[in-house]
């Protein structure tokens, strides 16, 4: 049973919302706003996943971006990298070109700092707002609405946006001004490519002594060991299943983007240069498209 207040109702019916982007995460981000009963119209540049996703869950589709804009309230960006979010925002029919002043305009693309303050400074030139807000979680934290999103932006905007995002947010949280969103994602994917390293490693070593791996691994998780990684990976590293998740090119892409922000803050990421090099290794073996934990797989070649 909904817990909304009339109020709340009210204010759904006469937000109008724009989603461009309708890849793993998007698909399932947009649905969760359409069915909440945030008036949705998605762009998506396959024309029949934008079908799909309106035969599943309703709401509008549009043939631009600036037509999926065209008068509304809130526009999320849910696309690949930061030329994909200049094309369908500054681009030719981009939403800049019709979002409305006092509207508001949100990237979950994680991209470059560089790229959120570009937005930003191209939105106040028409008095729009602007937030970077990156999420985590993966295509199963989108699906279940129980992603973590990092925002940058000013509270003004954040505030009037966070009870939307937390349609599919278990935690929303702004991080501080634009661009610390993006930021943040950077430090979640450190965290993320060392664990999977070490996680690969452990799991090898055990197969190599000759322990049993599903074991150690049921007994090491109840310790200090223990990780989200663990948890929902270790499995299917152990029985080589890759087909899912979050892709080795989409990793590369992030990782590139955290050591040139690395460089320009003068921190030294040794690990996390290393771990970006043994996925060079993943691809290389035809796994661009495999999930991020195989890197166990690396190992597993290198052995042979």
């Known amino acids: 049973m909904s817990t909304d207040t009339p109020q709340d109702d009210a204010r759904k019916q006469n937000l109008t919302v724009g989603f461009i982007g309708l890849g793993a995460m998007g698909f399932p981000m947009a649905g969760h706003l359409q069915t909440a009963g945030y008036a949705t119209t998605v762009f998506n540049r396959s024309p029949d996943k934008a079908s799909r996703w309106q035969e599943t869950y309703g709401g509008k589709t549009a043939l631009t971006p600036a037509a999926s804009a065209r008068d509304a309230d809130v526009v999320f960006v849910c696309v690949?990298?930061?030329?994909?979010?200049?094309?369908?925002?500054?681009?030719?029919?981009?939403?800049?070109?019709?979002?409305?002043?006092?509207?508001?305009?949100?990237?979950?693309?994680?991209?470059?700092?560089?790229?959120?303050?570009?937005?930003?400074?191209?939105?106040?030139?028409?008095?729009?707002?602007?937030?970077?807000?990156?999420?985590?979680?993966?295509?199963?934290?989108?699906?279940?609405?129980?992603?973590t999103i990092m925002v940058g932006g000013d509270s003004t905007s954040f505030d009037s946006a966070k009870a939307v995002m937390?349609?599919?947010?278990?935690?929303?949280?702004?991080?501080?001004?634009?661009?610390?969103?993006?930021?943040?994602?950077?430090?979640?994917?450190?965290?993320?490519?060392?664990?999977?390293?070490?996680?690969?490693?452990?799991?090898?070593?055990?197969?190599?002594?000759?322990?049993?791996?599903?074991?150690?691994?049921?007994?090491?998780?109840?310790?200090?060991?223990?990780?989200w990684q663990m948890d929902n990976r270790s499995q299917t590293m152990i029985q080589g299943e890759f087909g899912f998740g979050f892709a080795v090119d989409w990793m590369r892409k992030d990782l590139g983007l955290v050591l040139d922000a690395a460089d320009k803050a003068g921190a030294s990421l040794p690990l996390t240069a290393l771990v970006d090099q043994f996925y060079s290794d993943v691809q290389n073996l035809g796994g661009g498209r495999w999930d991020t934990s195989s890197l166990i797989e690396r190992l597993r070649k290198l052995s042979r």
């Open 80 to 147: 690949g990298n930061d030329d994909d979010v200049r094309e369908v925002t500054l681009g030719n029919q981009g939403v800049l070109e019709t979002l409305k002043p006092g509207s508001l305009l949100i990237d979950h693309t994680t991209a470059s700092a560089d790229l959120a303050q570009e937005l930003q400074s191209a939105c106040m030139e028409k008095d729009i707002g602007f937030l970077d807000a990156p999420v985590s979680g993966g295509q199963a934290g989108a699906e279940l609405g129980q992603l």
């Open 166 to 227: 937390a349609v599919y947010g278990k935690s929303v949280r702004l991080m501080g001004p634009c661009g610390s969103g993006q930021l943040t994602k950077m430090a979640n994917q450190i965290c993320i490519a060392g664990v999977l390293q070490g996680l690969s490693e452990a799991l090898h070593f055990s197969d190599r002594a000759g322990l049993d791996t599903t074991n150690v691994v049921e007994a090491i998780r109840q310790g200090a060991a223990q990780s």
